[in-house]
């Protein structure tokens, strides 16, 4: 089967730095995505990894371990418009086609 | 604003009828996939077009079908319509033949009572 794990919940404050961890386990595996979706949005894509390593776009950064099948979105200097939803999906083959999401980690940041 | 559009924003119907979904790509934009977004199922993928041609399927029921028309806008389907299918559907573009990088519209919220 095909299987992505992230936390349900994650709580921080404004100016803080959290992670959101992603395990998968799929059938194929191309490259790891993520999206942040506000409450009643449309997902909106962030990043994606298809090596190992670390992507770093401003105040995010997308790590990816393939040996492992884990990845991690890091979020620095937390503002509280970063308080969304977080999903992680796989890309399963070259074509890319068919996004195997995550059910979301729900991010809420207080002052 | 992504650059997608779908239609109706929201859709309120009986069990047992049959709605359509209308989803209008980026310009540009080639490939159009359907997702279903309920609160215990996540976002799945049902399916997806590539300039006119069915690309790839995901667990779409036989009740749902979709097209894609030469001016690339695209149609989901949904028929014989149960409680279960209340959901938020989103359509979303990409200009190639399948990317990670997807840009999804604002969503249609079906309600069936």
């Known amino acids: 089967g095909q299987s992505l794990e992230q936390p349900s919940e994650v709580t921080a404050v404004e100016g803080a730095i959290v992670q959101i961890n992603c395990t998968y386990q799929?059938?194929?595996?191309?490259?790891l995505s993520w999206y942040q979706q506000h409450d009643g949005g449309a997902p909106t894509f962030l990043s994606y990894?298809?090596?190992?390593g670390l992507e770093e776009t401003g105040r995010f950064s997308s790590f990816l371990s393939r040996s492992d099948s884990y990845g991690y979105l890091l979020l620095q200097e937390l503002q509280m418009k970063d308080s969304a939803s977080y999903f992680c999906a796989v890309s399963p083959n070259q074509a890319g086609t068919a996004l195997i999401f995550g059910k979301g980690t729900t991010l809420s940041v207080s002052s | 604003d992504s650059g997608v559009t779908q239609t109706p924003k929201h859709l309120i119907t009986a069990t047992g009828q049959r709605v359509t979904l209308r989803c209008s790509p980026r310009s540009g934009d080639l490939s159009v996939y359907w997702y279903q977004q309920s609160l215990d199922q996540g976002l799945q993928f049902l399916i997806q077009?590539?300039?006119?041609?069915?690309?790839a399927k995901g667990n779409i029921l036989e009740r749902f079908s979709a097209q894609q028309f030469p001016d690339l806008h695209s149609e989901l389907n949904l028929s014989s319509l149960e409680l279960g299918d209340s959901a938020l559907y989103f359509c979303?573009?990409?200009?190639?033949?399948?990317?990670?990088?997807?840009?999804f519209g604002p969503g249609t919220r079906l309600t069936v009572t």
């Open positions: 990894n298809a090596l190992d």
């Open positions: 799929t059938s194929g595996f191309y490259g």
């Open positions: 077009y590539y300039n006119g041609e069915e690309r």
């Open positions: 979303a573009s990409s200009v190639r033949d399948g990317t990670y990088e997807q840009y």
